[in-house]
């Protein structure tokens, strides 16, 4: 998923039921849910909780991710939409992974990026996307060697 559960959802089902081609017009709770809530800042943090993000918008708690993994069968979440310094994080003892791809988001922000691959038995095991170092500045350098030695180092 995008953001996360939010308030309102408690079944896959809500979301495998929302009407497509979605439009934002719609803006039923269930989408905002969906699309812009976040975990809370850390395992301790329980509960529903405004979201910084904007008005009407909430962060959820570790008891909210175990309660919709009980309620959908589920042993595991992943969701975006928030930069992580590296590339992925893990909430609610491991139950919710945000994973974030892009490396040095925005040009500013220096984060690692981050995959997630399924091993034997479906363990999820994180690999690391590391940021390219600044270009050096000398016209010696090769910008195209450069990439090619540094790109997803793990």
Same mark, same amino acid.
């Given at each position: 998923?995008? !953001? ?5 959802? %408690?079944? @896959?089902?809500?979301?495998? /039921?929302? *009407? ?10 269930? =989408? ?9 800042? /850390?395992?301790?943090?329980? !509960?529903?909780?405004? /979201? +910084? ?7 959820? !708690? ?8 009980? /309620? %959908? $069968? ?9 930069? @992580?310094? $590296?590339? &992925?994080?893990?909430?609610? *003892? ?5 994973? &974030?791809?892009?490396? %040095?988001?925005?040009?500013?922000? %220096? ?5 997630? @691959?399924?091993?034997? $038995?479906?363990? @999820? ?6 940021? =390219?170092?600044? +270009?050096?500045?000398?016209?010696? +350098? ?10 997803? *180092?793990?």
């Amino acid at each position: 998923m995008h !953001g996360g559960i939010g308030r309102s959802i %408690n079944h @896959v089902e809500q979301i495998e /039921n929302l *009407q497509r081609p979605i439009t934002m017009e719609a803006g039923s709770i269930v =989408l905002m849910d969906l699309l812009w809530s976040d975990p809370t800042e /850390n395992d301790s943090v329980e !509960g529903l909780r405004p /979201n +910084a993000r904007g008005p009407g918008l909430v962060t959820f !708690g570790p008891d909210r991710v175990m309660e919709f993994c009980n /309620n %959908n $069968d589920l042993q595991l979440i992943v969701r975006a939409h928030e930069c @992580v310094m $590296d590339g &992925f994080e893990r909430f609610a *003892q491991g139950h919710l992974i945000t994973l &974030f791809s892009a490396t %040095n988001y925005c040009g500013t922000a %220096n984060n690692a990026g981050a995959i997630l @691959v399924l091993g034997r $038995d479906l363990v @999820v095991v994180p690999k690391l996307i590391h940021p =390219l170092p600044p +270009a050096m500045s000398s016209p010696e +350098a090769s910008s195209e060697r450069h990439i090619e030695d540094t790109w997803m *180092q793990v």
